[in-house]
């Protein structure tokens, strides 16, 4: 049954991709850091809009000033280098503790 159903993807995936060093440089610079705020807000108005828009927090990167952006940035050039807190890659929210007592 296997052989019947993946014979397309064993096909596709049998072969290695010939080296390409434009694509290479092409997938490297995904990864590069944001220089300034200005990039990174360009970046976040490139999002292409779907059928239902974008995600609001998208909308909201792009209305952030430069000041509110600064955080937002270096958390982003964090997670380019692979350095991202856990908490972010598990994808739960923490609510900041109020006090002392309440931590």
């Not at 596709?12 to 705020?37: M, Y």
């Amino acid at each position: 049954m296997l052989n019947t159903h993946a014979v397309n993807m064993a096909e596709s995936f049998g072969t290695a991709p010939l080296p390409c060093q434009l694509r290479d440089e092409s997938f490297r610079r995904i990864f590069q850091p944001f220089a300034d705020v200005t990039e990174l807000r360009h970046h976040a108005n490139a999002c292409k809009k779907g059928i239902t828009g974008r995600l609001t927090t998208v909308d909201e990167i792009y209305e952030m000033s430069d000041e509110q952006l600064i955080p937002i940035l270096a958390i982003t050039n964090l997670i380019f280098a692979g350095e991202a807190p856990e908490i972010i890659k598990l994808g739960d929210i923490v609510p900041l503790p109020k006090d002392l007592k309440r931590a």
